[in-house]
């Protein structure tokens, strides 16, 4: 089937999380290189990214900090120097295709108002917190089916995530193409997700011609 419309996930997909990552270590005090690694050893143990708050401190509430952080004039963010290079051209790229693209992640409502703000060649934008529905659900892929506004088969979801991006997408009938990047692109591990992969990529600036050749077969 045609691909017809491309979602891309947002976080070390579309913005590298580098610096705000780096960020949350200065607010809990510790060492950058600390907080990375404990950060690595939960995703390797298949846990999800928040529990490497509790390590440091216990009970920590995230969207409470994230309030926190925002009432000290330090919020969480990021800008047009944290998008990766090849995010802007590739979204350009793919709606020169004729393909509707978006950006579809488990954002909070100011990060979907920071990439608004970027003016980024996009078609639509949806967050968990405007769609109130969280990936890996199934609801958040059938939101974005919905969005694409064609068959699941023709919709290609774009993620670094083999457990939150790829697998729930193809449970949902989405194709999906799997970039290898950020600390989840290289410590998860599962064949079978990776193997039904329509596209397997190290970079954004290969899948423009990757779809227009599968499109064109």
Do not use: M
């Given at each position: 089937m045609k691909i017809q419309a491309v979602f891309f996930d947002v976080g070390e997909t579309i913005v590298d999380e580098t610096r705000e990552y780096?960020?949350?270590?200065?607010?809990?005090?510790?060492?950058?290189?600390?907080?990375?690694?404990?950060?690595?050893?939960?995703?390797a143990r298949g846990g999800d990214y928040r529990e490497t708050f509790q390590h440091f401190r216990p009970g920590f509430d995230l969207h409470v900090e994230r309030e926190r952080r925002?009432?000290?004039?330090?919020?969480?963010?990021?800008?047009?120097?944290?998008?990766?290079?090849?995010?802007?051209?590739?979204?350009?790229?793919?709606?020169?295709?004729g393909l509707l693209v978006g950006?579809?992640?488990?954002?909070?409502?100011?990060?979907?108002?920071?990439?608004?703000?970027?003016?980024?060649?996009?078609?639509?934008?949806?967050?968990?917190?405007?769609w109130g529905v969280e990936k890996p659900s199934a609801a958040f892929f059938e939101?974005?089916?919905q969005e694409a506004g064609c068959p699941?088969?023709?919709?290609?979801?774009?993620?670094?995530?083999?457990?939150?991006?790829?697998?729930?997408?193809?449970?949902?009938?989405?194709?999906t193409a799997l970039i290898r990047r950020g600390a989840w692109g290289y410590i998860l591990d599962d064949a079978d997700a990776a193997e039904r992969c329509l596209f397997r990529i190290d970079s954004l600036a290969e899948l423009p011609e990757l779809i227009r050749k599968h499109n064109e077969g």
């Open positions: 780096g960020t949350w270590a200065d607010w809990l005090g510790v060492p950058r290189h600390t907080f990375s690694a404990v950060f690595g050893a939960v995703i925002a009432e000290a004039g330090q919020p969480e963010s990021f800008s047009e120097e944290n998008l990766y290079e090849d995010a802007r051209p590739c979204l350009a790229a793919l709606r020169e295709q950006l579809a992640g488990n954002q909070t409502a100011r990060a979907e108002k920071i990439l608004r703000a970027l003016s980024l060649p996009v078609d639509l934008i949806g967050t968990s917190d405007s939101r974005v089916v699941a088969g023709a919709v290609l979801y774009v993620g670094d995530r083999l457990d939150n991006d790829v697998k729930p997408a193809q449970d949902s009938g989405v194709a």
